[in-house]
């Protein structure tokens, strides 16, 4: 469903009403799950909603109290209550809280959320890729701030009789940290790996990749490594 259609039918205010048909409502829920926008707009709608029938379910008790006085008391019916002036602070307030809360924290979180993030990154070759990279050369150079992830590009040498690789990142202590399995079928000579956030000391870290055959047996493919520099 594309956004300009939303707005101009006024899908969400529709789909929070129960007025939509089921195909429409799957296609819209579809929609708003890949869509902040929308999804910011059904979920202030849906707070919205519900503090709107505790306030009239508080409004009509208090009309049931004072209907058994002797004072003549008007009678309010569906959308009329909203008229009344007891109810229209509250509304007002609730409302002017529902669009702050979007601008000071709503909007700012999606922001950052949906902004781009800039990691660094690095080729590492595996084996006997380009020429072959010996265990011992040094190999690229990453400079990240303390606690903050990066990106590797794995570079393996295409080897039959793989039904899958596993590539190990070991840290200057030969610990490994973590083993990301990568498919031996595919047609990407080069393998993008995120390497997540942590306190990370600095040093030379090694990329070692294992292939396993369709036995079950795994035989090293290869290493390679690389610098890691972090900036305080």
Known sequence: MDHDVVVL???TERYLLNELASE???EFEEHFFG???CAIDVRAGAAFLDQSKVILAEAQQGQ????????SVPRYRGWQLWLRPALTAPVMALLLAVVGYQNLVTYPKLKQASAPQVMEWASVNIGTYGGGEPDSAIGPQITTPTGKGFLLFVRIPHQAGYSRYTAELYNPAGTVEMA???PADTSQDRWPIAIPGANRPAGTYSVVVRG????????KVGQGSFELHIQN
């Open 9 to 11: 039918q006024k899908v």
């Open 24 to 26: 429409t409502r799957n």
């Open 35 to 37: 869509c902040p926008e």
């Open 64 to 71: 049931k109290i004072s209907a058994s006085s002797t004072v």
């Open 180 to 182: 990301v399995p990568i």
């Open 212 to 219: 396993t055959t369709p036995t079950g047996e795994t035989v």
